[in-house]
């Protein structure tokens, strides 16, 4: 069966835009690979432990009995047999499950880039509209000039951040085979094969399953933010710097479909930036060395990527027809050489330079360019062998090295007006376009990095140096006197940081940073971010350090609100400075906000946080207008729907009218890169979805909701946040309740980031992360931050006898439409039964198993309310969700059993916490074999078992993890 087939029916599915056939095609093909992966697996796994296979044979059955008839009887059954695995075999049991789960999500994965090329081919229709579609509308039906358009897409720019938020469980090592598996199904099904290819296949399927399943999946050791660093480049070298190109021609043909020219070489419609190496907030690991290691070795990437395409070029362009410009510049280029003593462009390249000749214009000039380029490594590899050394400062001493792209520009400009010049414009329109148009996006740094920090920590430096002057404690003073000071100085000419002044530890970090940023190359700087801004003194403080420490030009201070208060402040900040006229001259019109979904949730339920970061998109938009800025809004999301994640499409065109003017900053975290870019088509599609929205947001915002509709939503989120508190911050049993039932205690054990938990090492959820909050809900199935408190605002307002307006709200508004179909998702994959088992089994106190009871019947009633609401009989009923269904019930039993071995493992390390003594807890008849301890051994040097322990608890979570995506 193809998913190429032509739909017998043409039917359309209600909401996402497929064919009822094209839907029933996508699951029979899900099935057919689910079982050769599973399949495959089980031939690999039972070669290495054939005796062991048939238990995970039965379990798999078990688990699919359970998850079917949720009948006692049939989990009984289950957890017994889990029980009797010894510890090295709850290993490797874990172990297969979660790489069962894993080569599951690759099927989805690979169903899903089929999906899109179809309909890409039109034989398919989806929801979501590409490139092309939007522009069809924006003509046909909106009714727009396509020249209004055209101006609008040249002038937009969507900046993507690669944040190194710890939510990616898989290991690297692991990903790359996956993605290997990927590629091999695309072929599997994609290709007209032979038999014999066909086998041969086959066969690298086998061997990347076994690959894998040889790889500890285990990180033992915590990454470096140079690690983070590293691993988010690859994106950059596998998917998205060559594929930026191609993704931009679909763009050019999609304007000739609407009568309108090719983008011009200056448009940029994605930048890209990156946090692994600058988010110091929370962070000891990223330090000022940290910072210069991760720009160094950015900007060695982006050398050696352009290099390639350099080098491509000098084969391709091997025309002597020129302009008389790039004639002489090929002359100098050789005359230059000849003074040198040698026909080279470098020592290291001597290989074809002698074929090179004066008829091969050209080829001279981008011999030049990449000799440069190796001399821009050379200086890099310099600065980074050497950590004393100014790095702008060497790239600026050194006359053959780039400082930045400029004259690399100029030069491939000149190459490009040569071609057409003289009448080669196919041959300028073929590669040469889309290295310029490369250069244009990556420049010489691949992604600038983005600065963050909390906003206390500028706070504690500028109160050390008022204080050491005598000035005051500045810490102590109010907003008020700190905005005057702060004034003062900034327009004042004498320095403020004394070179002698007493720093603690935190404050020559924060002061260090400032001094090494000042000695980076600033295009490899992106904003420097503010965290838990408050007030408008708090981007004062940074603009001012970074006057004191030389920064020239200065970084573009953006501050994050993130708790509702900082929300709700954030106008009147934003006003206090806008309305300042030093500040107004400073920012040149031009000014960025970020908003965070993470902390605003953690802090006051999902329901209400996301009306608040409405309102505030709304509120500083506003306040941008009346002062003639820009605003763009940099919206810090992260993948999970307790996090403010939501498919990009819908993301962006479910904002607030008119908040969204070309412009758009958007997260990239954690599992999020691997989905959104670790393949080909997935990368593709994923810059398709942005650039369509964000251009339909700009030239044809929805409409305004009517009032009713936004005092019903305000009335609600106040509801909805009173009921969330009321359980999170006043009920004296919850903290007590969350660290039992869930594993937030152990996530640390799974070294999936270099941050840690927390803020500070004390502190109660205040200070928690918002990541680890969600995760830790996520392993046991009950997803309670993101519907805590949705139940009572939904039901305050049935009572008030406005079930059919809450109706209407759904039906015809995207925002209440896409938070709803976000939360009916969230519901799907909860299972209380899995909730009730960690509570039994973890809850020791007593008093406790009555708060359990009391959410889980919140629980319920949340999702009775938000099925009445949607109209829908159960969950995920419609149409349009079948596929959905369908997937989570092939994940059900894979996951099933990871969460019954997970809390058999948090009992035993909790009783050894307790203070149980080990060999207690060890099976009386329990005598492991050599390979049985190897394997409980790896990476520890404590007691065997505990080790074991450890590393099945570890697995279990990143299994769950995989096995839900990490969607709570």
């Not at 044979?57 to 889990?82: G, H, N, P, T, Y």
């Not at 040698?342 to 008829?359: A, G, Q």
């Not at 907003?479 to 004394?498: H, I, S, V, Y």
């Not at 650039?691 to 019903?712: F, N, Y």
Request: aromatic share 8%; with cysteine; glycine share 6%.
């Amino acid at each position: 069966m193809s998913l190429m087939s032509p739909s017998p029916s043409g039917a359309m599915g209600q909401n996402l835009g497929i064919s009822s056939y094209a839907i029933e095609v996508n699951q029979a093909l899900l099935k057919e690979d689910d079982d050769l992966l599973r399949q495959t697996f089980l031939s690999v796994f039972r070669q290495h432990h054939p005796q062991l296979a048939n238990k995970v044979d039965v379990i798999f059955a078990l688990a699919q009995a359970w998850c079917m008839s949720e009948s006692d009887s049939d989990f009984e059954m289950l957890e017994k047999r889990l029980d009797a695995l010894t510890p090295d075999e709850s290993i490797l049991v874990s172990s297969a499950f979660s790489q069962l789960l894993n080569l599951h999500n690759v099927t989805e994965e690979s169903i899903t880039a089929r999906v899109e090329k179809a309909a890409r081919l039109g034989e398919v229709e989806q929801a979501t509209r590409s490139t092309n579609k939007s522009l069809q509308r924006l003509v046909n039906v909106k009714g727009l000039k396509p020249e209004d358009i055209h101006s609008a897409l040249c002038k937009q720019t969507v900046g993507l951040v690669f944040t190194a938020h710890p939510t990616q469980a898989t290991r690297q090592s692991l990903l790359k085979k996956y993605g290997e598996i990927r590629h091999a199904m695309d072929r599997l099904h994609n290709t007209r094969l032979s038999n014999y290819e066909r086998l041969e296949c086959l066969d690298e399927i086998r061997s990347q399953v076994q690959g894998a399943w040889r790889t500890d999946e285990i990180r033992r050791r915590k990454p470096s933010p140079q690690d983070e660093s590293r691993e988010g480049l690859t994106y950059f070298h596998e998917t998205i710097y060559s594929g930026l190109p191609v993704f931009l021609r679909r763009i050019d043909t999609a304007l000739k479909n609407i009568g309108q020219p090719m983008l011009p070489l200056n448009a940029k419609l994605f930048s890209f930036g990156a946090w692994m190496g600058g988010d110091r907030d929370g962070n000891p690991f990223v330090t000022p060395d940290t910072t210069r290691d991760v720009v160094i070795g950015a900007r060695l990437s982006a050398a050696t990527l352009l290099t390639e395409q350099v080098e491509k070029l000098m084969y391709e362009l091997s025309m002597w027809r020129a302009t008389p410009e790039l004639k002489a510049r090929a002359q100098q280029v050789q005359a230059r050489h000849a003074a040198e003593g040698e026909f080279l462009e470098t020592k290291k390249n001597t290989y074809d330079v002698v074929f090179m000749s004066i008829n091969e214009p050209y080829r001279l000039v981008l011999s030049d360019v990449r000799a440069r380029l190796q001399r821009t490594k050379d200086v890099l590899h310099h600065c980074l062998e050497h950590a004393s050394v100014n790095v702008a400062e060497a790239l600026e001493a050194d006359p053959e090295a780039y400082r930045d792209e400029t004259e690399l520009l100029a030069t491939l400009h000149m190459c490009y007006d040569s071609l057409i010049s003289s009448g080669d414009i196919h041959i300028a329109n073929s590669h040469l376009l889309d290295v310029l148009r490369q250069v244009r996006t990556f420049g010489l740094y691949l992604c600038k990095l983005d600065i963050r920090q909390e906003s206390v920590k500028h706070t504690e430096a500028i109160d050390a140096i008022t204080s050491y002057l005598g000035l005051g404690s500045y810490k102590e003073w109010n907003e008020e006197q700190r905005m005057e000071f702060l004034l003062n100085e900034l327009t004042g000419k004498r320095p403020l940081l004394p070179p002698d002044l007493p720093m603690t530890p935190e404050v020559a970090d924060v002061i260090g940073t400032f001094r090494m940023l000042a000695q980076l190359p600033n295009d490899s700087l992106g904003a420097y971010i503010i965290s838990m801004s408050h007030t408008a003194s708090d981007v004062l403080a940074v603009v001012l350090m970074q006057k004191e420490c030389g920064m020239t030009p200065m970084l573009q201070v953006v501050p994050l609100f993130e708790t509702l208060d900082d929300l709700n402040y954030a106008e009147t900040a934003m006003r206090q400075l806008f309305a300042n006229p030093w500040y107004f001259a400073h920012i040149n019109g031009q000014q960025e906000c970020m908003i965070g979904y993470s902390d605003s949730g953690k802090d006051a339920g999902r329901l209400a946080a996301a009306w608040g970061l409405y309102e505030v998109q709304e509120r500083l938009t506003q306040v941008a207008d009346e002062f003639g800025v820009h605003m763009t809004l940099f919206h810090g999301r992260g993948g999970t729907v307790g996090r403010g994640g939501a498919p990009a499409h819908l993301a962006v065109l479910s904002q607030p009218p008119g908040t969204i003017r070309g412009t758009i900053r958007v997260t990239v975290q954690g599992e999020v890169m691997e989905q959104q870019f670790g393949e080909q088509e997935s990368a593709f599609h994923t810059m398709d979805l942005y650039t369509s929205a964000v251009l339909e947001a700009t030239l044809a915002p929805t409409e305004q909701p009517p009032k009713e509709w936004r005092q019903t939503m305000a009335d609600m989120a106040r509801t909805s946040c009173d009921a969330y508190r009321a359980v999170v911050r006043e009920d004296s049993r919850f903290v007590n309740f969350f660290h039992s039932i869930t594993p937030v205690n152990e996530l640390g054990r799974m070294n999936i980031g270099s941050r840690p938990a927390k803020r500070r090492s004390h502190g109660s959820i205040d200070t928690l992360r918002a990541i680890p909050w969600i995760f830790a809900w996520t392993q046991v199935r009950f997803h309670l931050p993101v519907w805590l408190g949705v139940g009572e605002a939904l039901n305050s307002m049935i009572d008030a006898g406005k079930l059919e307006l809450l109706q209407d709200m759904f039906t015809n508004w995207m925002f209440f439409r896409v938070t709803f179909d976000m939360l009916e998702m969230v519901f799907a994959k909860a299972d209380p039964r899995v909730v009730k088992m960690y509570e039994k089994a973890l809850v020791v106190e007593p008093g406790l198993h009555g708060f359990g009871d009391e959410l889980l019947t919140k629980f319920h009633d949340t999702e009775q309310s938000m099925l009445t609401v949607m109209k829908h009989s159960r969950l995920l009923s419609s149409s349009s969700t079948a596929f959905l269904q369908q997937k989570l019930q092939l994940r059900a039993p894979y996951v099933a059993p990871l969460n019954i071995l997970q809390v058999s493992c948090l009992k035993t390390l909790r009783a050894i916490e307790a203070g149980k003594n080990v060999d207690e807890l060890v099976p009386a008849d329990y005598k492991p074999s050599e390979k049985a301890l190897a394997l409980m051994s790896r990476g520890a040097s404590k007691h065997p078992f505990v080790a074991g322990i450890e590393d099945t608890l570890i697995i279990t979570m990143k299994g769950i993890a995989s096995g839900l995506k990490n969607t709570g």
